[in-house]
């Protein structure tokens, strides 16, 4: 099977390639990897390998590039071979998949830029041999422009090997849906989904531009190699269907079906919805454990359409998963109350643990009460969108909560409400007109002053973004106390990495484990919210989670740590499956109503991601439709281990 392991090769001819009975649903060839730094690590290697080669036969090779988070620990790494071991770039010809219209190159975002920033800048490739479309040519020449682009890439020889990255549409560079098979290089307009994608970038959405110059789906397709990587479970359903689902310019990362030598380069949440991994009954042999037949029997009930008690031997067969019945010689009714009662034991009212209670089938331990509890949410909005109902019930149940935020989220504040704010204090300093507002006075203006130089696209200074940062921790403030928490049990750690970055480029310091670990020395709690740990790799969420696990694994021998559960909620990064939840708390209509004005207390961003409450009420629906009480809103957890 195309698992990743150290023998196989990445880049090669899918003609060699004979597919196991695992993969036959996938029709691209697909390596899933334990993570996303092994992975590109790995083909960084093969990338160089090629490039030698090359060089010893005095040729050139043609390498197309992608932009995104995704390839940038690839990037990293082939600055550390040309550093470390002498890689040279010398013979390679680039050429950029994309490029936003309407940017000037030395924009912060300009694809140009981040390229620069990215790669070129650190290791020694001619200038004259990297090639990007250019976002800055007048209108009226656009269309010769991309015939010239096409042209450059034919007269290099052709690509030898393009990366890809996938948008959330299901784009390979920006071939939106509706790009044709034959599509190639042109000016595009961009999707709504992918305009909101980029919004954190731009720090706001209206700041992101409408239109882009992107090679074709049949640029792309021409390329001799083709490796597609994707990361975090954000890209497991997109990545599925351009596998396993059907060739159509809804999704042009389908037409690399056609493709001889294409290659998904995943990790393993973003292979997650893959049928080997989703329903891997379907596929082949499993372990009917006990969480593999969770998983079959509550898949077996959504599919159907049948709360699972009224499951009969019939439906096991028709779908499949009749093995699972024959391997345990149980009949239906035995499987489905077994089943109905694992998922039922995740309910619970207690999310800190019911004190005196028999905890034998509770999700948490009814001691010790009242328990530390430790909430981290890597931006301000996170723990609100994950867990505003639980925080509340945690709260009313008597525990003693630290809510800590673990990054200002500053970037994701609106110009307007920094504006508003400047504005107003400006107004109250001419009203009073005393000699001490005039440091208010001047404050006021110098946050105007930047705000207008910046200009449409521009970036904020450190006081602009100290400003926001500290609006948002009204905001904060505020959506605690609607969940019942009091100032004193809010914290925020700011964490270098954020304070200093951007968007898709942050990167985690030691500083920032230090914090971390600072904080678990101080609180040592009896349990854990998380969240992140299967996120895009290089987003706010995973680095934040990434620097509590580092910090959590220095107390791996210390008592309290071993008696502390942690539990991952899910934000923005997507719901757990069914099968998944180990906690479901449920809400009654008037505490979701309480969790949505705690979110909608987060006025000054620009994030428009308030859909939380239809989310709580869906995974709601989906325990109702397994035969569970009926509730209007579920939060959901899982155990995370380490
Ligand atoms: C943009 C780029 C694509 C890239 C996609 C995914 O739309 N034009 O080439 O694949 O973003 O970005 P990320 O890798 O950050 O998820």
């Known amino acids: 099977m195309s698992n990743f392991d150290d023998t196989g090769s990445i880049l090669g001819s899918a003609d060699e390639r004979v597919a196991s009975q695992q993969e036959r649903f996938e029709k691209i060839r697909t390596l899933v990897c334990p993570d996303s730094s092994v992975a590109s690590l790995k083909l960084a290697k093969e990338v160089a390998a090629l490039i030698l080669e090359r060089q010893a036969n005095g040729q050139t090779f043609v390498l197309g590039l992608a932009t995104g988070s995704t390839p940038v620990p690839f990037y990293r790494e082939l600055i550390r071979l040309h550093q470390n071991e002498n890689l040279s770039f010398k013979n390679v010809v680039t050429f950029n998949l994309d490029e936003y219209y309407g940017l000037k190159r030395d924009h912060p975002e300009s694809y140009f ?48 090997l393009q990366i890809l990255g996938i948008g959330r549409t299901g784009h390979i560079g920006f071939n939106e849906p509706g790009s044709a098979m034959e599509s190639t290089t042109r000016m595009i307009t961009l999707d709504r989904v992918t305009r909101q994608d980029a919004a954190a970038d731009f720090m706001g959405v209206a700041n992101v531009p409408r239109s882009a110059i992107t090679m074709g789906v049949g640029t792309i397709l021409k390329a001799k190699n083709l490796v597609l990587m994707a990361w975090g479970s954000n890209k497991a359903d997109i990545v599925k269907e351009a596998s396993e689902g059907e060739i159509t310019d809804r999704v042009s990362a389908s037409f690399l079906q056609t493709h001889h030598s294409a ?92 004190p005196n209670a028999d905890d034998s089938y509770r999700p948490e331990r009814a001691n010790p009460f009242p328990k530390r509890v430790l909430v981290l949410s890597p931006e301000p909005m996170d723990a609100f969108i994950g867990m505003g109902g639980t925080l509340n019930r945690l709260k009313e149940q008597g525990h003693e909560i630290s809510l800590l935020f673990q990054t200002s989220g500053n970037l994701r504040v609106a110009d307007v409400a ?20 005039e440091d208010q006075k001047r404050y006021a203006q110098s946050i105007i002053n930047a705000l207008d130089e910046k200009g449409e696209f521009g970036v904020d200074n450190q006081l602009v973004r100290r400003l926001k940062g500290l609006i948002l921790r009204g905001e904060v403030r505020d959506a605690a106390s609607v969940c019942g928490l009091e100032p004193g049990a809010v914290r925020f750690l700011d964490l270098p ?45 995973a ?89 209007e809103a579920i939060e959901a957890f899982c155990r995370w281990k380490g």
Not at 418 to 437: K, P, Q, Y
Not at 509 to 538: C, R, W, Y
């Open 113 to 160: 830029r981040f390229m620069h920033d990215q790669l070129f800048d650190h290791v020694d490739i001619p200038t004259e041999q990297i090639h990007i479309p250019d976002g800055t040519i007048p209108m009226e020449s656009v269309y010769d422009y991309c015939l010239s682009y096409e042209k450059q890439i034919e007269e290099a020889g052709g690509l030898d």
């Open 263 to 354: 290659v998904f380069l995943i990790d393993s949440a973003a292979s997650s919805r893959l049928t080997r991994f989703r329903h891997p009954w379907l596929v082949g042999a499993v372990n009917w454990d006990a969480s593999m037949k969770k998983r079959a029997v509550t898949w077996l009930s959504s599919q159907l359409n049948k709360p699972i008690l009224k499951l009969v031997d019939e439906d096991y067969n028709e779908k499949g998963t009749g093995e699972l019945l024959a391997s345990t010689s149980e009949a239906a009714y035995e499987v489905n109350i077994d089943c109905f009662n694992r998922v039922q034991h995740t309910i619970t009212g207690w999310p800190g643990g019911k």
């Open 418 to 437: 920094a504006l508003n704010f400047a504005r107003v204090t400006l107004e109250m300093a001419e009203a009073i007109a005393e000699s001490g507002w």
């Open 497 to 541: 990495f954020y304070e200093e970055g951007r968007y898709r480029r942050f990167q985690r310091t030691e500083s920032d484990v230090e914090i971390m670990q600072a904080v678990l020395e101080d609180l040592k709690p009896d349990m854990i919210f998380v969240t992140g740990n299967s996120g895009d790799p290089s987003s706010n969420q």
């Open 543 to 631: 680095i934040a989670f990434n620097c509590f696990a580092e910090a959590w694994s220095n107390f791996s021998d210390e008592s309290w740590s071993s008696n502390c559960r942690v539990w991952s909620y899910r934000g923005r990064d997507g719901g757990f499956e069914t099968h998944e939840i180990e906690m479901a708390v449920p809400m009654s209509p008037d505490q979701l109503e309480q969790k949505a004005e705690a979110i909608r207390k987060f006025m000054s961003t620009s994030d428009d991601d308030l859909s939380t409450p239809t989310r709580n009420r869906e995974i709601a629906a989906l325990y109702d439709a397994l035969g569970m009480a009926e509730y």
